[in-house]
């Protein structure tokens, strides 16, 4: 496009458009021919993948069709020609993903064994599934074998159900992946109203949140629970935008936040900034307390009521904990502390600088946390004294809220232990209904971009063949990160 707001070119649109498909139907293909497949080894190496039978043709596929699938969303950065079009287009890119197995990780198979323990009458959260005797246990990943669940009860719940109803591996499975295509669904249904009420262009929101292939590989294809705590998380900001103030839309509000909560805990970090949604008027201490409350309550009684009902309590908080044995250079701390390491190593030392550095980074995100839900908090307290034309007002609000909520998350995915391909879909979907101006999109669309290429269709991440290189990668653009907030923060700086 010659202008970045201008309209797109219908011969650029539809080569988008077609291209994405041809590289949905490649991905589909390789998945087939060596995705995460029930009898397909569960941690093999590249190697053993290009010697395997359907090896080269499974790596072609998967590099043209990834190729393909990120050039096309990538090329419509900007936005698509209309709402419509993009709502159209990403589900074409879904067709061909919803009838292939597993790709891209294997925790599907890990949400069917949690499932299987816990109506099998074994706590998920004290034992592994391998230690609860789950017959699937060859299906998962050696690494989550042995480690509790890190999900929520009310996801423990649907895994349970879909156990329950599938009457087997394969029922588990379909059963699962509808469960995270209704999320989509969901999350789908709420990006127009967040967009509008920021102001920000549906068509552009919509392309962005839906289209990037993220989703269609890892939440559709590989049936991530992230999608149904994304569709939960949006539909419950949407409730609040919507009707601030009022007790009932709160409370509803409250038990969809507890409810994402309950799926995964990243939400934890949203709820802050949803209790300043929840306020209606101007924005005073009593009236974050009134209105939060009504929040909170709903949020605590989501908690309390999944827990009694499944007999787990909180118990998935410890497993958690437990997630960030994995390390991979993907995570910015994991990659300054795999550098410390190595430099070490050279002088005849083992720092062990790992786990330090991830408890400094968690530091950091709590320091960073409060410092954007005060900017949030000022920055709306503003707006009580500001006299403006009321839909200037009634968009500012919101897209103040929204931007902070999509900062919080793109700071917790990147200063947390791990980071995964998927965990992208969280900010990215916030950023896409709160950024404004297109420009500012690139530096959270190209990180998705790149994350979208990361995993082989067997689920084996590109991060494990790459540690060293990767690592030293990362930990410069780290460092090329704090320099130039040091350089703008100076040059903001009253003389």
């Known amino acids: 496009m010659s202008e970045r707001d201008g309209p797109v070119q219908p011969v650029a649109a539809a080569v988008a458009r077609y291209a994405g498909l041809a590289g949905a139907v490649l991905l589909s293909v390789a998945a087939w021919l060596g995705g995460a497949l029930p009898g397909a080894p569960a941690n093999s190496e590249l190697l053993d993948i290009w010697r395997a039978p359907h090896g080269p043709a499974v790596l072609g596929c998967w590099l043209a ?3 393909l699938l990120v050039w096309a969303w990538w090329s419509l950065r900007w936005g698509a020609p209309s ?11 879904l067709l061909p993903l919803l009838v292939a197995p597993p790709m891209g990780s294997r925790d599907v198979y890990s949400y069917a064994c949690q499932g299987w323990s816990w109506t099998h009458g074994v706590d998920p959260y004290r034992v592994g599934v391998a230690a609860a005797g789950c017959p699937w246990t060859d299906t998962v990943s050696p690494i989550w074998r042995d480690t509790p669940a890190p999900y929520g009860p009310f996801f423990v719940l649907l895994a349970g159900l879909a156990v329950l109803l599938g009457g087997g591996l394969t029922g588990t499975l379909v059963l699962l992946r509808v469960i995270a295509v209704a999320g989509v669904l969901l999350a789908a249904l709420c990006v127009p109203g967040l967009a509008r009420a920021a102001g920000v262009p549906t068509r552009r929101a919509a392309w962005l949140a839906l289209a990037c292939p993220l989703v269609g590989v890892h939440l559709v294809a590989g049936a991530h629970n992230d999608a149904v705590g ?7 900001l949407l409730v609040l935008v919507r009707r601030p103030g009022r007790p009932r839309a709160l409370l509803l509000a409250g038990v969809l936040l507890g409810l994402a909560v309950t799926v995964k805990a990243i939400v934890v970090v949203v709820l802050p900034f949803a209790a300043l949604a929840a306020v209606l008027g101007r924005y005073t201490v009593r009236a974050l307390l009134r209105d939060g409350g009504w929040l909170a309550g709903g949020v605590v009684a989501v908690l309390v009521v999944t827990s009694l009902v499944t007999g787990l309590g909180l118990g998935w908080v410890g497993g958690v904990a437990r997630s960030g044995e994995s390390q991979q250079w993907t995570s910015p701390p994991t990659a300054v502390g795999f550098v ?25 995100l709590a320091v960073l946390l409060a410092a954007l839900w005060w900017r949030s908090w000022t920055a709306l307290r503003r707006l009580n004294d500001v006299r403006q034309r009321v839909r200037r007002l009634a968009v500012a609000r919101p897209r103040i809220i929204l931007a902070g909520v999509g900062l919080a998350l793109a700071a917790t995915v990147l200063l947390a232990p791990v980071f995964h391909p998927w965990y992208a879909t969280w900010p990215l979907a916030m950023l896409a209904v709160a950024t404004v101006s297109v ?3 690139v530096w959270f669309v190209a990180p998705s971009a790149v994350a979208s290429c990361l995993t082989l269709p067997d689920g084996a991440n590109l991060a494990r063949f790459t540690k060293a290189p990767g690592a030293i990668l990362m930990t410069a653009l780290v460092v090329l990160v704090v320099v130039r907030a040091v350089r703008a923060a100076r040059a903001r700086r009253p003389r």
């Open 65 to 67: 069709g990834t190729a």
């Open 83 to 93: 709402a419509r079009w993009a709502y159209l287009t990403a589900g074409l890119w």
């Open 230 to 236: 994304l569709g939960l998380l949006l539909f419950g």
């Open 340 to 364: 410390i390491d190595y430099t070490g190593e050279l002088f005849g030392r083992e720092p062990h600088a790992v786990p330090v550095v991830r408890l400094v980074a968690l530091a950091v």
């Open 439 to 441: 420009t500012r999109t």
